[in-house]
């Protein structure tokens, strides 16, 4: 799919990003749908999951290329969106869903004043 010349206005979408965001036959494509779908793979696993299975994954279950996996893993990471471990990603990193902070609570003193 990816090899189909762009100029032609050919576009698909992805069954699994749940926007539906279409996407353009382009050298270097726009991964956002495919972060959001990993995303979602990842949290369903309380261990997070491998290079390896998220590979997998994409290449059965999205329209993109397990080649696009790692550049992805490295933005979320980036974002703070996931860990890894060992922070070198290859075939046996592990990729968590990073912890989200707990919801910040008015102070005792903000209290007071309301």
Known sequence: MWKVDPSYGVRYRDPRDTQQ???DLDLEP???PLRRILVDFISEAPDGRTIPELKRYTLLETVYRPGQ???AIRQ???AGTV???PRTI???TRVRLAPT???ARPS???GALW
Do not use: C, D, F, G
Request: net charge negative; charged share 25%.
């Open 108 to 110: 005792a003193e903000q």
């Open 21 to 23: 965001q279409m996407l």
């Open 90 to 92: 290859n075939t046996k």
């Open 69 to 71: 996996v790692i550049e």
């Open 83 to 85: 860990t890894t471990e």
């Open 101 to 103: 902070p707990p919801p």
């Open 76 to 78: 979320l990471r980036a």
């Open 30 to 32: 726009e991964t956002a």
